[in-house]
């Protein structure tokens, strides 16, 4: 059994923030690429607290994204791995709306898929739009913790990396 927040980087708010930047940079990068019925996916890891990434949570991160690949046609990948966290930016060919409806039953069911994030947009215009579970009449994510919501954030960043830690002992080797 691994200690999974053992090690990795430590990072400042500042740092998180330019990680979500420069993320958003490379989605309007990718906008010029995405052809008609076709989406993009940003995969991360669901991840609270300051430390983001060290060798479990690439290694997790690295299985979901696998998984996903084999399942759909590709267009284009692009894979981050920073301290910032793992990312996956991938151009899928299907209907995004159908593309999320699948994402969200791979969060739900998969063994990795809870702390997962995998969120789906459609190029309309020149902009990306998120699909929401909203806009698709879906029940809101349950919290990495199975007695919440996503929203709600009811314990502490050690129970959150308590229940994260047993997910990836449970389903991940080293």
């Not at 930047?21 to 008609?36: C, F, G, H, K």
């Not at 039953?105 to 898929?113: H, S």
């Amino acid at each position: 059994m691994v200690n999974v927040f053992s090690e990795g980087y430590t990072m400042t708010d500042e740092q998180i923030k330019k990680g979500q930047e420069a993320t958003l940079e490379e989605e309007n990068y990718l906008i010029d690429e995405i052809p008609e019925n076709c989406a993009l996916v940003n995969i991360t890891m669901r991840i609270p607290g300051r430390i983001k990434n060290n060798r479990y949570i690439s290694r997790s991160f690295n299985l979901v994204v696998n998984d996903f690949l084999q399942r759909y046609q590709i267009v284009k990948e692009v894979l981050w791995d920073l301290s910032s966290g793992p990312q996956a930016f991938i151009i899928i060919q299907k209907d995004p709306g159908i593309l999320k409806k699948e994402t969200v039953a791979y969060e739900n069911e998969q063994p990795l898929g809870n702390i997962s994030d995998i969120n789906v947009y459609a190029v309309e215009g020149d902009e990306l739009s998120a699909i929401t579970r909203k806009e698709l009449g879906l029940p809101e994510r349950k919290g990495i913790i199975a007695d919440e919501y996503e929203s709600e954030h009811k314990h502490s960043i050690e129970e959150y990396h308590e229940a994260i830690d047993k997910i990836i002992n449970e389903h991940v080797s080293f």
